[in-house]
């Protein structure tokens, strides 16, 4: 997404706003990804065909508890010495370029004679599409709100590391920071004052460098409990 945001502003291609409730209805999407990912894999214990003992699999993401692995997609490298597990879009000298969500689509349509055609039809929707719209996959990712579900629980709310803070007497409401977000966060406009709670945000932390108010903004880091700037 950073690498395609770069060759837009070399060509110089201006971006689309999204109207702010289809922004919000498209990050919503992602549960409902989530939701379906979940089905797949609870109905296996429902319909009995799948082990309770198969539970310790959960932790190493075996099955039956592979679409798991959709959350982890983001961390995907795109270029690999080896061929990974559920395959790649093509391979030169030894050399596999593959992208996110592709080994899924393989996976799952592997007997298809479309598989790899739905995997290059993906990349090019996605990339097209994100000339446009800034980070466009970014507002479908189901990989935070996986994060805001864990943070619930007390024993995991050091993850992320990372937070995002807001001083609301130092903030002029110039608008910059909603102005700038590549996700068209608005949350960190209208917070009055403490953390950035939403799964929204992806801490790329644009708001905070072009934020005019010394300090109104600011990372910090999880340690011990205690928050650190």
Known sequence: MDTITILRRQLKIPYWALPQKLNQALHKTRYVVAFVIFVIVLQGFILGSTSFFELTNFVWLRPPFVPYTVFLEPLQVII????????????INGVYFTYPYVGEILMYLQKSRFALLLSYSFVAATLAASFKVRRFWCRFCPTGISFAVINRFRQFRALP??????????CTKCGICKRVCP?????????KTGKIMTSMCILCLRCVEMCPEQNCLSLGYKLNKTDKQ
């Open 80 to 91: 690999l010495p080896w061929n990974p597990p559920f395959g790649a879009l093509f391979e």
């Open 161 to 170: 590391l990372l937070s995002l803070s807001k001083d609301s007497k130092k």
């Open 183 to 191: 996700v068209q966060v608005t949350e960190i406009y209208e917070k």
